[in-house]
């Protein structure tokens, strides 16, 4: 069991999940906070219509759906902040979207698409070293932006109408955040895939959520779950492999944070009760 940990795939995969849970943590819990959970779920899917436009142009589909993302989130916030368009409609609009564009580019690109499954599903395990450089440049610019704005980012997060009464930038916090959400999006594609990324990025959250309220504590327990369960969904992922049929390692990862949450709950509802 121990000689997995020798191979390099798998040491990669653990370093980017490691960068990917806290970049997650980070970007999760004010998602989570702000109760904006779809816009992970909306943007992701407007992805999709940037790789299907950068296969039928033959560009870049990762630079394709990094245009397409942050013009989804910026677009998002321009609706409901100008447009008086509530949130979660400006989300579905996005999000319906970037599906019927990339679906109509796919089929328009003549030949076979390659590489799309492994947008769809993703592939932790083919990470490679330059993806982990990427991610962590990526994390570094995050990390700066939370210690320099952390009390507006947090007050914004949990009462954007007392951060404006404050003065606080909100306009510019939320659009900076989107346009986080949507490159920690773009980042993560080929990690867990398009139809899972949603819930790297809240699972853990909600799992924190049950034990803390404070934001701070929040994001440290998210680190601690989206670890914990990605590192258990790898190792099950393998074992899959070995006694019984090949599992991408993301299914796994994505059932065990499902069934940690589940469990975080019922100790929460029994801890509640003793009381």
Same mark, same amino acid.
């Given at each position: 069991?121990?000689?997995i940990?020798?191979?390099? *795939?798998?040491? &990669? %995969? +653990?370093?980017?999940?490691?960068?990917?849970?806290?970049?997650?943590?980070?970007?999760?819990?004010?998602i989570?906070?702000?109760? $904006?959970? *779809?816009?992970?779920g =909306?943007?992701?899917?407007?992805?999709?219509?940037?790789? =299907?436009?950068?296969?039928?142009?033959?560009?870049?589909?990762?630079?394709?759906?990094?245009?397409?993302?942050?013009?989804?989130?910026?677009? @998002?916030?321009?609706?409901?902040?100008?447009?008086?368009?509530?949130?979660?409609?400006?989300? %579905?609009?996005?999000?319906?979207?970037?599906?019927?564009?990339?679906?109509? *580019?796919?089929?328009?690109?003549?030949?076979?698409?390659?590489d +799309?499954?492994?947008?769809?599903? =993703? &592939?932790?395990?083919?990470?490679?070293?330059?993806?982990?450089?990427?991610?962590?440049?990526?994390?570094?610019?995050?990390?700066?932006?939370?210690? +320099?704005?952390?009390?507006?980012?947090?007050?914004?997060?949990?009462?954007?109408?007392?951060?404006?009464?404050?003065?606080?930038?909100?306009?510019a916090? &939320?659009?900076?955040?989107?346009?986080?959400?949507?490159?920690?999006?773009?980042?993560?594609?080929?990690?867990?895939?398009?139809?899972? #990324?949603?819930?790297?990025?809240?699972?853990?959250?909600?799992?924190?959520?049950q034990?803390?309220?404070?934001?701070?504590? $929040?994001?440290?327990?998210?680190? +601690?779950?989206?670890?914990?369960?990605?590192?258990?969904?790898? @190792? =099950?992922?393998? #074992? *899959?492999?070995?006694?019984?049929?090949?599992?991408?390692?993301? /299914?796994?990862?994505?059932? /065990?944070?499902?069934?940690?949450?589940?469990? %975080?709950?019922?100790?929460?509802?029994?801890?509640?009760?003793?009381?």
């Amino acid at each position: 069991m121990l000689d997995i940990l020798n191979y390099t *795939f798998f040491q &990669n %995969a +653990l370093l980017g999940v490691l960068l990917v849970s806290i970049a997650s943590a980070m970007i999760g819990t004010y998602i989570v906070t702000r109760r $904006m959970v *779809f816009i992970t779920g =909306g943007i992701t899917h407007a992805c999709f219509g940037g790789l =299907g436009l950068g296969y039928f142009l033959g560009v870049n589909p990762i630079l394709a759906a990094g245009v397409f993302a942050v013009a989804s989130s910026l677009g @998002v916030e321009w609706m409901a902040g100008r447009q008086n368009v509530r949130e979660d409609s400006a989300i %579905a609009v996005v999000w319906a979207f970037g599906m019927a564009i990339g679906t109509l *580019f796919i089929f328009l690109t003549p030949g076979y698409v390659p590489d +799309l499954n492994s947008f769809l599903f =993703g &592939n932790i395990l083919t990470i490679s070293r330059s993806d982990i450089a990427a991610f962590a440049c990526f994390l570094a610019v995050l990390a700066v932006f939370f210690m +320099l704005f952390y009390r507006p980012i947090v007050a914004c997060a949990f009462d954007r109408d007392f951060a404006s009464t404050k003065r606080l930038p909100v306009k510019a916090i &939320n659009c900076a955040m989107s346009v986080m959400v949507a490159v920690c999006v773009v980042l993560t594609i080929r990690l867990i895939g398009i139809m899972l #990324l949603m819930s790297m990025l809240t699972m853990p959250q909600m799992i924190a959520e049950q034990f803390a309220s404070r934001f701070g504590k $929040m994001m440290l327990l998210s680190v +601690l779950a989206g670890l914990s369960g990605a590192f258990a969904g790898l @190792v =099950g992922s393998y #074992l *899959f492999g070995v006694y019984l049929v090949s599992v991408p390692a993301s /299914v796994t990862i994505v059932l /065990v944070l499902i069934t940690v949450y589940a469990v %975080a709950r019922v100790i929460r509802s029994l801890s509640v009760k003793m009381r």
